[in-house]
């Protein structure tokens, strides 16, 4: 029985991580990233404590109403976010927030993306990339 989860063409994949970018569709990303299906994008941002409330809005102000779930990876030690952050998330896009380390939200990212749910990652890596 082959149980590989299906994966829409047009999907972004994360093969790999480390804690200066990520493996995407087998293409190496140095830095971090923001991830939805159908966009990778690379971000300038490497802690979650650096992430405003603008930044988030700019972020995902095109995801708006059609985002169900957002990952923030906050590198390899887990980070928490503002409660102001998490209330303007709640109120603004009417999702669910979940942070996470860095590679626990890329594992995440994978499945809820392969279930076919409107996941969003914004992945931050350790360390900028030289």
Known sequence: ???TPYVPQ???VI????TTGFMINGTLN????????GECRAISFHEASALTSEDIENLLQSYQGHLEILLIGTGTKQASISKGMVE???RK???QLEVMTTGS????YNILMSEGRL????LLVDKAPV
């Open 30 to 37: 140095e830095g971090s990233i923001l991830i939805a299906e």
């Open 1 to 3: 029985m082959d149980i």
């Open 15 to 18: 093969n790999g991580y480390s």
């Open 88 to 90: 303007l998330i709640a």
């Open 119 to 122: 996941v969003v990652a914004i």
């Open 105 to 108: 939200a890329c594992r995440t």
């Open 93 to 95: 896009f009417n999702c």
């Open 10 to 12: 047009h999907a972004h």
